[in-house]
């Protein structure tokens, strides 16, 4: 099949490159654009308490205003407020209510605002939605922020402001200048790489401009899907988009020009070559390929909205570089035949290649050390995963420069963390009936007598009066781990236990449900990690028909994902003080590492299967495909890598953990596992790694290696019983 579509590529280049071109430009046209949600509570499943406490408030409270953000007034000095400062809060809350920005019902103030120590005064900002996330509020937000500056002239006062919408706002923009510049750095680095390796302007620039054809193509059918499917994507999709697309395409672009080059060498026509290469690594790549998707797609089993979100855009974009490197890319090649290697002749002749050379020798002649040297170096870096502590506050990993971020610190001065966003308790009346206003004012008490609990609001009743909303003010900040146990515990027992009867308690708020999706995520460990795992073992055993062979591969490379993990604890809990790592980032280093790592494996095995059905002995079929596979795994992880390892470069921290993760656990991958530790114990295990389909049995001629004179074929005997 892949001999087939290669020809069909390689002899009608014209067709398939213009097959693309009218794709990629019909879909950047007509496709949706894919929207983005910041709101936390779409990303859980209905049943969570958190999401229950959202319908409840739309269908108990449906036309309340809602605060949105708070603006937070201090003088510039750092001292307590006067009088004349105090004066000056007000007139200025009321200059920004009479701005009527949009979504903005009012800016309201008092002397209940100002801190119990002085030194700072709060504004509400009331909004007309409920969702603090509508795309109108950030924009209103930062007109507020610069009409602030006007109103504030003449004053001795500095304002801030902060709170979800202000968050929001602040996430909008550091995020796209975020995705800007990974996508310069991204390419700068693949450009820069490539022409070094290949010292060929041509190659540098072409699989850059192959894979923004293949981005068009690829956000396009994510936007149909998303919008024929209802997805949303979380607010970091698109960098990540960006970096799998350059990075895996990058990838698949070097595994067929590595082979092409390879058939060069040889004598073979360029047509023939071409054609060649896409016969031989294919099924490789389509493997490779076929193992990320089925792990992308793993995410669908997710409770999370957002990684489900995440599983089927990242799955559409690796199924299309695949179907480009196995069209588009051998089309563009064919027109340029060697050309495209200009002005390099290095690809004429085969290189010394001591390095890959050596580590072939090493691997063929040493497997049990190297395998066990191999081991000690993972296993020594998984031990730092046991200290893996998993973060869920979203504001510690923004840049600490943004004003929604200092704003929080400076109204931390003189009140409650949470002040800025409280926890919401709702009583509800289980048959209809009017609640009791003695019930409400107990059940009040008790919950401001709860250990952690800074104040409670009195009771808002809904308009017949069967359901009543408390605001609990929580002395930790909304998103720090005190806050989500407190919400998620003790707060969540005490409103249970204290319901007064025939009534139904209910907490909600970002810590509640920050606790919900702490549940969802240990849910999520141990069911999409597994499914993923299994997943990728069939493609294995499919590709290699073995059931040894896959079981190796997985735990070397479960081996890897724990090193990796540790590595990064390591670093940034360790080294750099954070206090915990991104909650998500096992399950994304499970599957980036897994999946897009397991190419490496599955390149180097398919290259080893290939030696060994050529009837050579076992270690010369073992030195032969770490020597030639060498080279292309080096720069293919490099490459991949480096791309990841952009992330690094970002200011949200959340951001460097992900570069940094993934970048080192593929380079542990290659240069570690494929390289080292998969050939030795590949060649340990002998004729019983590829049981029982015994896919190493000789298929093809023994062809002389050693000197280039070549010899005459030799045929194993059930070959030439065959022939």
């Avoid at 020594?380 to 943004?402: I, N, R």
Wanted: aromatic share 6%.
């Amino acid at each position: 099949m892949f001999r087939r579509v290669g020809r069909f590529a390689v002899h009608r280049p014209w067709i398939t490159i213009g097959g693309w071109i009218i794709a990629a430009v019909l879909l950047a046209v007509f496709a949706p654009g894919l929207k983005s949600t910041t709101d936390e509570t779409e990303f859980l499943p209905s049943h969570y308490e958190s999401v229950r406490v959202g319908k409840l408030q739309e269908e108990a409270f449906p036309k309340t205003e809602q605060p949105a953000a708070i603006v937070v007034f201090q003088r510039k000095d750092g001292g307590k407020l006067t009088a004349a400062d105090r004066s000056d809060v007000i007139k200025v809350s009321a200059g920004l209510e009479g701005k009527h920005r949009a979504k903005i019902a009012k800016v309201v103030t008092g002397p209940q605002a100002v801190s119990p120590n002085g030194e700072v005064a709060l504004a509400n900002i009331i909004a007309t939605t409920k969702n603090a996330f509508d795309e109108k509020l950030p924009q209103s937000v930062k007109d507020l922020r610069n009409d602030g500056k006007s109103l504030l002239s003449g004053t001795q006062l500095k304002m801030g402001i902060t709170g979800q919408a202000a968050q929001a706002l602040d996430s909008q923009e550091s995020s796209g200048d975020t995705d800007a510049m990974i996508m310069m750095a991204t390419l700068v680095l693949i450009i820069v790489l490539l022409l070094v390796i290949f010292r060929s302007p041509l190659i540098a620039i072409l699989p850059v401009l192959i894979i923004l054809v293949v981005a068009a193509v690829a956000n396009g059918l994510i936007g149909t899907a998303a919008e024929l499917g209802g997805l949303k994507a979380d607010a970091s999709i698109s960098a990540i988009l960006i970096v799998v697309l350059f990075g895996v395409g990058t990838d698949y672009i070097l595994f067929l020009l590595f082979r092409y080059r390879e058939h060069l060498r040889q004598g073979q026509e360029p047509k023939e070559a071409l054609s060649d290469a896409v016969a031989k690594v294919g099924e490789t790549i389509a493997s490779a390929a076929g193992a990320v998707i089925v792990a992308f797609l793993a995410l669908l089993l997710s409770t999370m909205g957002m990684m489900r979100a995440m599983g089927p855009s990242l799955a559409i974009s690796v199924a299309v570089t695949l179907v480009a490197a196995l069209t588009l890319v051998p089309a563009v090649f064919s027109l340029l035949g060697t050309k495209a290697f200009w002005p390099s002749k290095a690809w004429k002749k085969t290189p010394k290649n001591r390095f890959a050379n050596g580590v072939g020798n090493l691997v063929a002649h040493r497997p049990g050390i190297v395998a066990c040297l191999s081991t000690v170096v993972l296993a020594v870096l998984a031990v730092g995963a046991f200290s893996f502590k998993a973060e869920f506050d979203t504001s510690s990993q923004m840049p600490q420069k943004l004003e929604s971020v200092q704003a929080m610190k400076d109204m931390q001065r003189g009140f409650s963390a949470g002040q800025s966003d409280p926890a919401m308790v709702y009583l509800k009346s289980k048959d209809g009936a009017k609640l009791n206003q003695a019930d409400l004012a107990t059940f009040r008490t008790k919950l401001a007598g709860i250990e952690g609990v800074g104040q409670v609001a009195p009771a808002v009743g809904n308009p017949d009066g069967t359901v009543a909303q408390y605001a609990v003010v929580l002395k930790y900040r909304p998103t720090e781990d005190k806050s989500i146990e407190l919400a998620g515990g003790t707060l969540r027992d005490t409103a249970h236990a204290s319901a007064p009867q025939g009534t139904e308690a209910l907490v909600g708020g970002t810590s509640a449900v920050l606790s919900d999706i702490q549940k969802a995520v240990s849910h999520d460990y141990k069911l999409v990690f597994p499914v993923a795992g299994l997943a990728i073992m069939v493609i294995l055993g499919l590709l290699l028909r073995s059931l040894v062979a896959p079981v190796y591969l997985m735990i070397a490379v479960a081996l890897g994902f724990s090193a990796t993990l540790g590595a990064t604890v390591w670093l940034f809990q360790d080294i750099k003080g954070e206090s915990g790592l991104l909650f998500m980032l096992p399950v994304i280093v499970y599957l980036f590492v897994v999946a897009i790592g397991t190419d490496y494996n599955i390149l180097m095995v398919a290259r080893l299967r290939e030696e060994v059905r050529r009837g050579v002995p076992p270690k010369e079929a073992i030195r032969t495909a770490v020597a030639q596979s060498t080279p292309t795994i080096t720069s293919a992880a490099i490459i991949l890598a480096g791309t990841f390892g952009v992330l690094m470069l970002a200011e949200n921290s959340m951001l460097q953990q992900m570069g940094f993760a993934v970048a080192f656990g593929i380079l542990l991958t290659a240069f570690v596992m494929a390289m080292l530790l998969v050939p030795t114990v590949t060649s340990l295990l002998g004729h019983k790694a590829w049981w029982p389909g015994h896919q190493d049995s000789p298929r093809e001629p023994v062809q002389a290696h050693h000197d280039g004179a070549g010899t005459a074929p030799q045929w194993s005997a059930g070959e030439g019983a065959r022939r």
